[in-house]
């Protein structure tokens, strides 16, 4: 139960705080405490994989490796995210690997249409390989579902704003903030729908590649509404925000 409880708050920091570094040692607790923990080995890996040159790449790919062969006995969720991360510890070429976990996403939602963190997940994978246009269908699913995260809005606003449902988007986000409050992802996307307002109002009806790639490229340290948040200052960055969304 000790060891659950820590996989728990790690899971917590990680999805709900966007803090990797702060799940670290939850998942190294939890392990420590069940050295079986096949899921706990699984999180620590991909919460050291997002903090990219902190770990050496070959700790990363033992932490998945290990995950899997303590997969026996694993809830259908947690092997499919197990799965997950061994299909990227395997060499290969990047892209393939992509489309590989859109194949595997899309045969689990088949089977489970109800878990809306898996829906999530094949959003964010289909715009990795480039399917714009059917992101968005996922997160909608999702929602019927009941599950709502911080996430899952964000992989939304950006399928909308990518195929110009600008309005669609606004709604998103609003519904975003009166469930989870504003966040330093919240303003980002903001940011993102009010540069891409800005762009249509000018006549410059953005192609969903060049969309795209703004919406990709874009790193929130680099947006003054984001920056504003991430230090606090929230009432400045609402004003801004507002401020942009009116131009």
């Known amino acids: 139960l000790e060891a659950l409880m820590a996989y728990t708050e790690g899971d917590r920091v990680r999805y709900n705080a966007l803090d990797p570094r702060a799940a670290v040692p939850y998942y190294e607790r939890a392990i420590e405490l069940d050295s079986t923990f096949a899921m706990a080995y699984a999180q620590l890996g991909g919460a050291w ?56 996403y899309q045969n689990y939602v088949r089977l489970y249409p109800r878990d809306g963190l898996a829906l999530q997940n094949l959003s964010w994978y289909l715009k990795h390989v480039g399917r714009w246009a059917d992101s968005e269908a996922p997160v909608l699913q999702a929602l019927q579902t009941g599950y709502a995260a911080p996430r899952l809005y964000d992989e939304l606003v950006l399928a909308q704003i990518a195929a110009g449902k600008l309005t669609e988007a606004e709604r998103s986000l609003g519904a975003w903030r009166d469930r989870f409050g504003p966040s330093q992802l919240w303003y980002r996307d903001a940011f993102r729908l009010a ?24 790193r929130p340290g680099r ?11 929230l009432r400045e960055a609402e004003a801004l925000y507002l401020t942009s969304m009116a131009m």
């Open 49 to 104: 994989n997002e903090l990219g040159s902190a770990a050496p790449p070959d700790t990363i790919v033992k932490l998945w490796r290990t995950a899997m062969r303590f997969a026996d006995g694993l809830a259908p969720r947690e092997l499919l995210a197990v799965r997950d991360r061994m299909l990227f510890a395997t060499p290969g070429e990047e892209a393939t690997k992509f489309d590989r976990a859109v194949e595997l």
């Open 195 to 218: 540069a891409a307002k800005r762009d249509y109002a000018a006549g410059d009806s953005l192609t969903a590649g060049a969309m795209r790639d703004r919406t990709w490229n874009v």
């Open 223 to 233: 947006l003054p509404i984001a920056t504003l948040a991430i230090r606090g200052r």
